[in-house]
């Protein structure tokens, strides 16, 4: 693994950064990871410190001059978070305090940490797999319970025992294909087992929920993008004033008010939901109008759910404006302005589309909408397990199942062992990727960058 390069490179230093602060009169923590740990741990106690034991101490400077009080607490590495000896220091929360003791941490030794670099040893120290690292950084950054309970599922392992999982049924048929290409000259053809084929599918549906999980772990920890499509005057701008609860958007009846993408972000129930207005689909000799055009369906393309606006009049002509649609995107169709023929708000699930009739006027039904927004965000209790998820898992993922059905096919049709071997290696290569087993430098580089100094 590169990984094991990285790690090597620091190996030996030992690492310094303020972990959390929570301000004056509260409490801060000052982190220490290495093989100096312990040294420093006695030169500030005045003695040896028991391990996982908290100690009373005077921090004081190089001069000997009294710095705060607290608590020391030394963790040996065969018991530490990073896997190496770890130290930690809680102050009073005094952002001066705090950065003194952490001088005199650089002072004895200790570098200053760079972000994320906590959790990186931890990882290339085996404590953590690469998808329960990033689960800390989405712990802290979680804006909502939902998310929350997710991240902490990751950083318990759930989501990469199911990996872990899927990695031995594609090992396991990996074996058995080999075999049988490493012994042609047996008498039976194992490469044309029905339990082999059957093997493969159970799979290719395995990692298929894992797919749709993480896809909804991903929700969760971003929050749901949402595009509003539908013709001019379809009422898109007073269905985002509505769910916004404000005249973000201004609304008229002259069409094609809307030239230019709208955004506004909402959180229902904590969960963080994007919502972009588009400007009204239809044929145009305005400039600027067909560049706002243009820009809606380009905002398609990197969006999880499509909301398109429509009235039972115009149902059937404005299905064309999900053309430009991936098949894989969640559709909703508002059926709007039931006010005006005195309609009554209903949902219905037809094929792969949800239809709500409703009032973004009025407001009658919107409560349907609500309730559809936060089921696609993962806010589900049919996915009360959901774990946390990040769009480089989604496509790993995404890969994984291309290999595994080129796999399917060079067995199935191709009656090619080798081939689907050489696919079955590429499946495995793309789920390690998301625990770490597989990594790169540059991989790991970008992960460990966004987390905060001292995690």
């Known amino acids: 693994m590169a990984g094991e390069q990285r790690g090597s490179m620091s190996q030996g ?17 000052v982190r220490v990871s290495g093989a100096r740990a312990h040294a420093m741990a006695r030169t500030l106690l005045a003695r040896a410190p028991r391990a996982r034991h908290a100690h009373f101490c005077a921090f004081r400077d190089a001069a000997g001059d009294l710095l705060d009080q607290g608590l020391l607490i030394y963790f040996p590495a065969s018991g530490s978070f990073t896997g190496e000896d770890v130290l930690e220091l809680q102050a009073h929360g005094s ?20 972000a994320g670099e906590f959790a990186e040893r931890a990882f290339l120290n085996g404590r953590i797999d ?51 290409i490493d012994f ?53 701008s007073s269905l985002l004033n509505a769910l916004a609860a404000s005249d973000r958007a201004i609304v008229t009846e002259q069409p094609g008010t809307t030239r230019d ?3 506004e972000t909402i959180r229902l129930d904590g969960i963080e939901i994007t919502l972009v207005d588009t400007a009204g689909l239809r044929e145009s000799s305005d400039l600027i ?18 909301v398109l606006v429509t009235s039972d009049e115009h149902f059937v002509e404005d299905l064309a404006l999900l053309a430009d649609a991936p098949a894989t995107l969640m559709r909703v169709i508002v059926h709007n302005k039931i006010d005006l023929c005195a309609g009554e708000a209903r949902r219905e699930q037809r094929d792969t589309a949800t239809h709500l009739w409703l009032s973004a006027r009025s407001g009658q039904g ?78 790991l580089g970008r992960i460990f960058a966004d987390f905060c100094i001292g995690k």
């Open 366 to 443: 919107l409560d349907l909408l609500v309730s559809e927004l936060q089921h696609a965000a993962g806010r589900d209790p049919e996915h009360a397990g959901a774990f946390s998820a990040r769009s480089r898992h989604v496509h790993a993922l995404e890969h994984a199942v291309a290999h595994l059905d080129a796999a399917h096919h060079a067995l199935t049709a191709l009656h090619a062992g080798e081939l689907a071997a050489e696919e079955l290696r590429q499946t495995q290569t793309r789920l390690g990727e998301i625990t770490g087993s597989f990594s790169s430098d540059d991989l």
């Open 184 to 236: 042609p000259e047996e008498e039976i053809n194992f490469l044309a087992t029905p339990s082999l084929v059957a093997d493969l599918d159970a799979a290719r549906a395995e990692l298929d929920a894992l797919l749709a999980a993480s896809r909804r772990g991903v929700r969760l920890t971003k929050g749901l993008h949402v595009v509003i499509l539908g013709r001019p005057n379809a009422g898109k």
């Open 289 to 306: 109008e067909r560049e706002g055009m243009r820009r809606a369906r380009a905002e398609l393309s990197h969006a999880d759910l499509v």
């Open 130 to 180: 690469l998808a329960q690292a990033e689960a800390i950084a989405d712990l802290i950054a979680s804006g909502s319970e939902a998310a929350a309970r997710a991240a902490v599922r990751s950083l318990e392992g759930e989501f990469s025992r199911c990996i872990d999982h899927l990695v031995e049924s594609v090992t396991r048929l990996r074996m058995w294909i080999e075999a049988a």
């Open 13 to 29: 230093e030992t690492i310094a950064a303020i972990a959390t602060a929570s301000g004056a009169g509260g409490i801060g923590i």
């Open 261 to 263: 993408l709208l955004r």
């Open 95 to 114: 952002p001066v305090m705090l950065h003194c003791l952490l001088k005199r941490m650089l002072e004895l030794g200790a570098r200053q940490a760079r």
